[in-house]
């Protein structure tokens, strides 16, 4: 594998899944095979537009020897389409948020783990480069508070799923990668939607007494996504959408701040994600964003679905996996 392009394919074309596509097109270590989604006529057209060929199912692009494969299906069709391509010994790049339900995602890693066939969730924040550079400046720094405003119109493509484990799971992720420490507390008030969440307000208290906040909706016309920390030596601001940093150091009298800022790279996120995966894959590294942070996250944004505002107590467990245990200690009626 390490000597030859990985041949890949991508289960679902929609908004996300035509991206990969057009990603695997043009990368050197990658031969696009082909896509398959269940509006044929979507697919065709992603395909012609790409120069690659269009299956009617998808069993005939995982057999057509096809090495790794994307899937952009919707949340509650993961685990059937994991399933297939794990019996199929494709490794899986799986757009996030892990699964439906977390049932389905336990038994979508025991099927990888049967069949030998690696598995990574495309947490893609991971990769944009203010993310990158909010963790360095963060190693040399006690973080106290971190408040997260993810916020914009509802994708017409999301039906399964509410606005915490569409949105609201990048940050519960990005709480966690950030700061290296595990959440221990939530608070959690949501509401909208006629069946599912589409405001969420989340309090957390993570290890070492980190204050976190985050805000999603998907009422705001416009988008927002914004992380602000603070620290014991300052304060600093991203902003993931336009990739800026801003950085507020303490002076010498500790009273006054120094400002800079700073705009990043213009690599796209995705394209970082999915070359990130390849080199994985071919060279048996392990995941950036491994199993066990895509499991916490989906466990976290289901505990967060709780209505009323239950206060929920999370205790952090070793990094072998295991559910987090849980109890209401407040609730507001």
């Given amino acids: 594998m390490k000597t030859t392009r990985l041949r890949a394919g991508v289960i679902g074309v929609g908004t ?42 998808p069993d ?109 799971i990048h940050d519960i992720d990005l709480l966690r990668y950030l700061t290296g420490k595990e959440i221990i507390s939530l608070y959690s008030l949501v509401a909208g939607g006629e069946e599912k969440e589409d405001i969420g307000i989340l309090s957390f208290r993570l290890e070492g007494d980190i204050l976190a906040h985050l805000t999603v909706n998907w009422l705001t016309p416009f988008k927002v996504r914004r992380i602000q920390i603070a620290g014991s030596s300052g304060f600093v601001e991203g902003d993931l959408l336009h990739r800026k940093v801003r950085v507020y150091k303490k002076g010498v009298s500790g009273d006054d701040y120094v400002f800079s800022e700073l705009t990043l790279g213009e690599e796209e996120p995705l394209e970082r994600e999915i070359k990130a995966f390849i080199h994985c894959i071919k060279e048996g590294y392990d995941f950036p964003v491994s199993v066990y942070d895509a499991y916490r996250a989906l466990e976290i944004a289901e505990l967060c679905e709780i209505k009323r505002g239950e206060l929920v107590i999370c205790h952090s467990q070793d990094k072998t996996g295991g559910s987090l245990s849980q109890g209401v200690v407040g609730q507001d009626k």
């Fill in 16 to 57: 996300m899944g035509e991206n990969h596509a057009r990603i695997y097109n043009r990368l050197h270590d990658a031969e696009l095979v082909g896509v398959y989604d269940v509006d044929y006529e979507r697919a065709r057209q992603v395909a012609e537009r790409f120069g690659t060929t269009v299956f009617r199912n």
């Fill in 60 to 168: 005939e692009l995982l057999d057509a020897g096809t090495d790794i494969v994307s899937v952009a299906v919707p949340a509650s069709k993961h685990r059937e389409v994991v399933s297939l391509c794990a019996s199929a010994g494709c490794h899986i790049l799986l757009e996030k948020p892990f699964a439906h339900r977390l049932e389905d995602a336990n038994e979508m890693i025991m099927e990888c783990e049967l069949n030998g066939v690696r598995l990574m969730v495309g947490h893609v924040e991971r990769f944009n480069p203010v993310v990158h550079m909010l963790k360095e400046s963060l190693a040399m720094d006690d973080v106290m508070s971190v408040s997260i405003t993810r916020v914009g119109p509802r994708p017409p493509r999301i039906k399964d799923v509410g606005v915490i484990k569409d949105m609201g």
